[in-house]
Each structure stands twice: as C-alpha cells, then as structure tokens.
C-alpha cells in the first residue's frame, strides 16, 4: 500500500521566518511528487517533481526531490499571513495519487 | 492552467436523499477522472477512478452502490450520494487529468473547487 507522511503536522510561525515542510513516501512504480497549497477550497497545484536533485522554484517557493530517499522538501521564504495554509504532497504512482496529511502552516504577523 | 468546475460548491439535504454533484473540466478533456472526500482536518482520500465511457474503479471500502459515479463525457463525470446520512457529511472534490503520456500530462490534477455536503 502506498504511503505518504508529512511532518510537521502543524507549524506557526511569524512573517518573515523561513519553513521547511518535509515529506517521504514510499509508492509503488514512482512517478512524480507533487506539492498542493489548500486554503478554504481545494487543493491549488504548486510543484510536480520527477527527479532528483533538481530545485524548482516558483516565487519564495522551491521544492526538491531526493528519489534515492524518496523525501522531499518545500521551502517558504520570507513567510507572508498569506502563506497560511495545509501543504499537501501527494506521490503518483502508476495509477494515482496518494496524499499526506498535509502540514498546517500558520502565519502570524 | 485547466479549470474544473463543481456544482453545487455547498449542499443540505435530509437523510435519506440522494445528491447529485457535477465536475465538469471546462477547457480541456478529461480522459480520468477523479473522486475524493475530505474530513475536517484530514487528508484528500480518494474514493474511486473514472475514465470516461467505462466503469468506475473505487477503492477498497467505498461503496459503489451508495457513490454512484457516471463519466458520459469528456468534460463531464456525476457523483451520486444515494440515500445520503448524516455520516456522508463531508467535502467531495473532483480532479481530472488530460491525456497525453507524457509525465506531465499523466501526472497532473487539476482540482475542482469542493462541494460541501451536509446531511441532516
């Protein structure tokens, strides 16, 4: 059964701070690792990462995979109250998607 | 990006009738489909697979008779919550994927924006 566990589970921090929010997985014919930012509604698509050691980055945003210890990593810069939200990462095996739990991010000014 | 739509985006309903909910991708076609429920403060569970024209594959302790699932089209799948209870109260979001066999294409949701059932 695929697996994915994120950590922390909750996390606050104050604007400005820099986060890491950390995700193994352990899924059946890998695929892709993809990070998902929900606020009130449904998940909004942030990254997708297929190899390793390759850093995306997308504004204060950057995530990177290592498939040898099949982690990953999504870092926030700069933290802003409107970084406030559940992480989720999800690992696409051959067939789905299988999703953290997710990491609640709270900002406070 | 692709959009999804859900409709309705919030629903009440009394227990025991049924809820239709629609997903519909409005620029692209969705070969797949997908069905997911979310509790408060958990994760995304997926509930079943739908590729349009065939049957829905659920996952292990979805009832398919109670969650039935129709994808007649490239644009459109329907969720059904038939003789819904109060124990079927929770956040339903679709996603779907184009086509394509490149990583890309295979790999990536795009989300619809959820619909809130409650079931007095």
């Known amino acids: 059964e695929d697996k994915v566990v994120q950590s922390p589970l909750s996390l606050v921090v104050h604007e400005g701070d820099t986060v890491t929010l950390n995700c193994s997985y352990e899924v059946t014919n890998f695929r892709s690792l993809l990070w998902y930012k929900q606020e009130k509604k449904a998940p909004t698509f942030l990254f997708m990462l297929?190899?390793?050691?390759i850093e995306k980055k997308s504004g204060r945003l950057s995530s990177i995979l290592d498939k040898k210890e099949l982690f990953s990593i999504l870092n926030i810069t700069a933290t802003q109250t409107g970084d406030s939200a559940v992480y989720l990462c999800g690992g696409a095996g051959s067939y789905q998607l299988t999703f953290g739990k997710g990491t609640k991010l709270s900002v406070i000014p | 990006g692709a959009v999804v739509s859900q409709h309705p985006s919030w629903v009440i309903c009394k227990s025991g009738t049924s809820v239709k909910i629609e997903c519909r991708s409005l620029?692209?076609?969705?070969?797949?489909m997908f069905w997911y429920r979310q509790f408060p403060k958990q994760s995304l569970m997926l509930m079943a697979t739908s590729n349009e024209g065939s049957k829905a594959t659920y996952e292990q302790g979805v009832e398919k008779d109670k969650f039935l699932i129709n994808h007649a089209s490239l644009t459109l799948s329907t969720l059904t919550v038939t003789s819904a209870h109060p124990e079927d109260s929770s956040f339903y979001i679709c996603?779907?994927?184009?086509?394509?066999?490149?990583?890309?294409?295979?790999?990536?949701?795009?989300f619809g924006p959820g619909t809130r059932l409650t079931v007095l």
């Open positions: 297929t190899s390793s050691g």
């Open positions: 996603s779907a994927r184009g086509g394509g066999t490149s990583v890309s294409a295979y790999n990536e949701q795009f």
């Open positions: 620029d692209f076609q969705a070969t797949t």
